[in-house]
């Protein structure tokens, strides 16, 4: 759970989700992003309130050493996580924890990834849930590789996806296309979104521009870097077109020019394409499970296709 400046909600959020995990085994980890208020004297609280000795249940903290934002102390958070799965949620109460049984269970099931999709979202401005909606279905349209639509951190992840997401060589990290990415066995519950128990949002408008920014760039860089490429065929066609019916070298020459550049371009674009890819680093493939080897089971353990489940 990473927590910027969460005074305020730390204590309540802590009971909910002691409360929701009760009949499982599992560790919290809270991940201080560099909060500048008592967020991680509290964290300090809750671990020396914890029932001691416990092995089924225990409380971490983690600190970091300044602010480094939502997606890395996520990260650090999965880097510290030793369980089976992992699920991230944010500290404000927005994501209800007592989803979390009914996560663990599909994930029981065979499900990698179990997405909390948003139905509702009670308690965000217009503007957010405005622009959250258009730029879920824009990043989906435009991504190399399909994103879950209306669907935060709040996931649960199999050890598989952990240990792929950590394992990352990418400095700037969208965690949500990384796993999308991976292409595990993924489904989602829908529930409704509460409003932030206690506190002010943690993401400014800044911090959120940065992250779509990050998205766009992480999973959708064949695109924008084609479209001069396109522009550039498409003004040399026009200027084909001009010539031969108006019969004007002349009238042609400005199209044929721009579309010369556009293209030059879009060469350019292609080769930093492949630097791109080369330095994001992502691997060639990802195992799902073996059969008849030494690390093969007899069974498959994945289910077939994808299913919603509300
Ligand atoms: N957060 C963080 N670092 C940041 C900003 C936010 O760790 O720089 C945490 C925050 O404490 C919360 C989660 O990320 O647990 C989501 O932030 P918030 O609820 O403020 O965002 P919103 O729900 O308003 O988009
Ligand atoms: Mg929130």
Not at 77 to 95: F, I, K
């Amino acid at each position: 759970m990473p927590c910027y400046n969460e005074e305020q909600v730390l204590q309540r959020t802590h009971a909910r989700v002691t409360g929701a995990l009760r009949d499982l085994p599992h560790e919290i980890i809270y991940v201080d992003d560099g909060s500048s208020d008592a967020t991680w004297a509290l964290i300090q609280k809750l671990l020396a309130d914890a029932p001691a000795g416990s092995v089924s249940s225990r409380v971490r903290g983690v600190r970091l050493s300044r602010n480094f934002g939502h997606q890395a102390a996520c990260l650090a958070g999965l880097a510290e996580a030793v369980g089976d799965a992992v699920v991230l949620m944010d500290a404000d109460l927005q994501d209800p924890p007592e989803l979390i049984p009914s996560m663990a269970e599909l994930w029981f099931r065979g499900w990698s990834v179990v997405s909390a999709r948003r139905g509702a979202r009670h308690g965000e401005t217009r503007r957010k849930r405005a622009t959250a909606y258009l730029y879920y279905r824009l990043l989906s349209r435009i991504c190399d590789q399909p994103v879950a639509l209306d669907t935060g951190d709040f996931r649960l992840l199999d050890r598989k996806v952990v240990d792929f997401v950590t394992s990352l060589a990418e400095r700037e990290l969208f965690l949500r296309g990384a796993i999308s990415w991976t292409g595990f066995p993924e489904t989602s519950i829908t529930y409704e979104r509460d409003p932030r128990a206690a506190g002010t949002t943690k993401y400014t408008l800044r911090k959120m521009l940065a992250l779509s920014r990050t998205g766009v760039l992480a999973g959708t860089a064949a695109l924008p870097l084609r479209i001069p490429a396109y522009l550039g065929v498409a003004l040399l066609l026009g200027a084909g077109g001009v010539g031969v019916v108006r019969g004007s070298a002349r009238q042609a020459a400005p199209l044929g020019a721009l579309g010369m550049q556009l293209l030059a371009c879009g060469v350019l674009g292609e080769y930093l394409l492949a630097v791109f890819r080369q330095v994001q680093g992502r691997p060639s493939y990802l195992v799902m499970e073996r059969t008849g080897s030494e690390h093969g089971t007899a069974e498959a353990r994945f289910p077939a296709h994808v299913e919603e489940y509300s």
